[in-house]
Nanobody, 113 residues
């Protein structure tokens, strides 16, 4: 049973920070790259960050560069997204994705005062 379970979402004020976690199970986590996507109702899903299998290479969308940081802990089969200087436009459901081809169910992030 392959599972990706996101956590850490919630309500935060503009300028605040939040750390999302994605716990993986049921597959060989350490050999696959991972990604974070986000989506608002009526809009296309957007790739926001990606990380290589060993954590050595990361990439970010232009909209989050300098504010978000992706990392992973292969010993615990977990990937993280540290989000700083949050803006209202960061509000979305955030999804974890494995390059093995699996999606998490998402966690809601709301940035509002």
């Amino acid at each position: 049973q392959v599972q990706l379970v996101e956590s850490g979402g919630g309500l935060v004020q503009p300028g605040g920070s939040l750390r999302l976690s994605c716990a993986a199970s049921g597959f060989m986590f350490s050999i696959y790259g991972m990604r974070w996507y986000r989506q608002n109702p009526g809009k296309e899903r957007e790739l926001v960050a990606g990380i290589s299998s060993d954590g050595g290479v990361t990439r970010y969308s232009d909209s989050v560069k300098g504010r978000f940081s992706m990392s992973r802990d292969n010993a615990n089969s977990t990937v993280y997204l540290q989000m700083n200087s949050l803006k209202p436009e960061d509000t979305a459901v955030y999804y974890c994705y494995s390059e093995r081809g699996h999606w998490g169910r998402g966690t809601q992030v709301t940035v509002s005062s």
